[in-house]
């Protein structure tokens, strides 16, 4: 059983992290990981702050992106550690209006992410995130 204020700094983490994806907040997203944090991105594992930032920098422009996140847990593994995992859909436009509504065929990913975190002072902080593709998309498998 995972305690209330924990389950929701969990949950706090993990949304805020694609949320300011979208938003192109790169520094933000940084203070919801530890220092040493491990994200599996489409362009391979990132190691730390420095590593991360430049995986989000190098995000085209002319990307739009929204990631849908649902079906949130948290529970402590038998070694006493938090782990999570939520599903991810997102969706992905190359426009040059961002304000503008895009015409979508289907999403670009439909995943399963595993999350793991750490009490950091009053916050929880995501240490790892692996990204499993539960869907592929028939049109876009190469």
């Known amino acids: ?68 996140v649902t079906s949130f847990t948290a529970e402590r593994a038998d070694d006493g550690s938090l782990k999570g995992r939520c599903y991810v859909i997102a969706y992905f436009a190359r426009t040059e209006d961002h304000d503008a509504t895009q015409i979508m065929d289907q999403p670009y990913i439909i995943g399963d992410v595993d999350l793991e975190f750490v009490q950091s002072d009053q916050r929880i902080l995501i240490s790892k995130i692996s990204v499993h593709q539960a869907f592929a998309i028939k049109a876009l498998i190469k």
């Open 1 to 68: 059983m995972v305690a209330a204020e924990t389950y929701a700094g969990a949950a706090l983490a993990t949304n805020a992290i694609w949320t300011l994806l979208d938003q192109r907040r790169y520094e933000d997203i940084l203070s919801y990981l530890t220092p040493d944090c491990a994200w599996e991105r489409t362009d391979g594992w990132r190691h730390g702050h420095d590593e991360l930032r430049a995986s989000f920098l190098a995000r085209p422009a002319d990307l739009l992106s929204r990631h849908v």
